[in-house]
């Protein structure tokens, strides 16, 4: 089993950068593929970027291309989710994921260990 933790969140305004962080414990990390999602208030948890563990391919979704970049290091068991130009719109809380296998997903019954999630507030 892996336990997931994130941290970085915090309070911001527009325009501003944030790194979220996602490490692991329990089991070796680098043979997991890593998702990050997100839940605004009233809304349904949605897909953000993801990373897979063999050979570190990168997907996103098409509101944060360009300005989301997701990577890890597995020697520290951690994932990143480096935030900038954040908008208002950003703003939910954010949860990482992981799942086995080869692929990455971009829906949430594609990944098998959840974190607790950090919340990230944009201001305008």
């Known amino acids: 089993q892996v336990q997931l933790v994130e941290s970085g969140g915090g309070l911001v305004q527009a325009g501003d950068s944030l790194r979220l962080s996602c490490t692991a414990s329990?089991?070796?990390?680098?043979?997991?593929?890593v998702g990050w999602f997100r839940q605004a208030p009233g809304k349904e948890r949605e897909f953000v970027a993801a990373?897979?563990?063999?050979?570190?391919?990168?997907y996103y979704e098409d509101s944060v291309k360009g300005r989301f970049t997701i990577s890890r290091d597995n020697a520290k068991n951690t994932v990143y989710l480096q935030m900038n130009s954040l908008k208002p719109e950003d703003t939910a809380v954010y949860y990482c994921?992981?799942?086995?296998?080869?692929?990455?997903?971009?829906?949430?019954?594609?990944?098998?260990?959840w974190g607790q999630g950090t919340q990230v507030t944009v201001s305008s």
């Open positions: 329990g089991r070796t990390f680098s043979s997991y593929n």
């Open positions: 990373i897979s563990w063999s050979d570190s391919s990168t």
């Open positions: 994921a992981s799942k086995g296998g080869y692929g990455v997903g971009t829906h949430e019954r594609d990944y098998d260990y």
